[in-house]
């Protein structure tokens, strides 16, 4: 593939160019390496079974040993939280972007739930369509059957001016309302964005094991037994809850290691962490996927202007947030976190139809994006510069949520 020489601004008029005159993407390639500095163990996701996410990939014409890093649905993860971060000031402000929000410490609710806070569409897996939000009430009318709820019953590729007015990101990063009557038939719209971090040419580690414990406690300082008042342990078995006459051990042989004393013999185990040549992020938008929704306004017409003007915020939208998402830390996790390679900057790139891409800069994605959405305004699209809509959880998803924390809670203390 052949890139252009020199990039350009990418001002909104040049955004709308590419949206309209048939690009296919725009992608971003970000080279990373571990804070620690080439060569330092990172730490990927675990799956099933304590396994790494590892296969072969084709590289420069090579099978390269890869493992992933961060998943696609991690990443749309985190680009919500990162918009949320730059764009959701709480929900007696003005957002930059349309959100909803499930309010836990409203003052009509009987049982607050403070710790909770507030769960945004932006924080709710499942978007909009997520049974949090399902399950929560628009000004005493269960939010599915208030006006803005409906919107999601009927949203299609041919009219997505509801979804674009009340939850852009569902358009962006795809929304399935599966858990309405409709089940699989419910409204769906593709990812238009994707993003995911692997590490190439990878290297599998070992974790060790060991402990040593300052009080010197050995095995045969036990057994140690279940206090018969459930209060904890004890080494007398005369204050040791009983079954069938003997004293209940600690765990199947009552040692001192069962509540965590004495040493732990020095070990090594598999999926002990990574070492790579590089980790790299992959972020592409699909432009004929956001070429394919329809705005019609209330009298259902569409417009090509309508519609090229939405689908060109859309795509603000998604460059923000994956930009946001890398610009505020890449720290996946424990012992797994990134910087960008300064030998190998990050580009924009549009990609035409003929495979020829164009390097683009772009200075302020958020204000890109806010040019957008005010463009959207002037020609009668929902305005997205506004209060949240703030919902209440219904009665029985806060007693849900308070019996469950209740039942946690006597389990932990019978552990």
Known sequence: ????????????????????????????????????????????????????????????????????????????????????????????????????????????????????????????????????????????????????????NTATVANATGLYGICPTALVLGIWDSTWPRGGMGTK?????????????????????????????????GPVYEKKDGSGWTS???????????????????????????????????????????????????????????FPNEKKESQQSRDEVAQTALVALAIAAAHLSISQGCDLRSRCLLIPDVDQPAVWEIIGSDGFSQTVTIPDPVALMNEAAAAGVKIGLPVWKRKPLVLTPSEGLVALVKKSRDLATVESVEA
């Open 1 to 152: 593939m052949t890139q252009a020489p020199s990039s350009s601004v990418l001002t909104l008029e040049r955004l709308r160019e590419a949206v309209t005159k048939g690009a296919v993407a725009i992608r971003r390639i970000q080279r990373l390496q571990p804070a620690g500095g080439p060569g330092d163990k990172v730490f990927p996701p675990t799956y099933e079974g304590g396994i790494y996410a590892t296969e072969q990939r084709i590289i420069n014409g090579q099978r390269v040993p890869c493992v992933l890093l961060d998943s696609v649905q991690s990443q749309a993860n985190r680009m919500e939280l990162a918009l949320k971060q730059k764009c959701y000031r709480g929900k007696d402000q003005e957002a930059d972007i349309p959100v909803v929000t499930v309010d836990f410490t409203a003052a009509e609710l009987k049982n607050k739930l403070e710790e909770i806070g507030e769960v945004t569409s932006l924080d709710a897996p499942h978007r909009l369509a997520d049974a949090i939000l399902r399950d929560s009430n628009n000004k005493g009318v269960a939010f599915r059957d208030s006006e803005e709820g409906k919107l999601l």
């Open 189 to 221: 719209f593709q990812r238009a964005l994707v993003s995911e971090i692997i590490g190439v040419n990878t290297e599998k580690g070992i974790k060790t094991r060991s402990r040593l414990d300052p009080l010197s406690i050995g095995l045969n300082a």
């Open 236 to 294: 007398d078995p005369a204050l040791a809850r009983a079954e069938k006459g003997k004293p209940v051990l600690v765990g199947k042989e009552g040692k001192p290691s069962e509540i965590n004393h004495g040493n732990v013999t020095p070990s090594l185990a598999d999926n002990g962490g990574t070492t790579f040549d590089y980790a790299q992020q992959s972020v592409v938008i699909s432009l004929p996927a956001l070429r394919r929704l329809r």
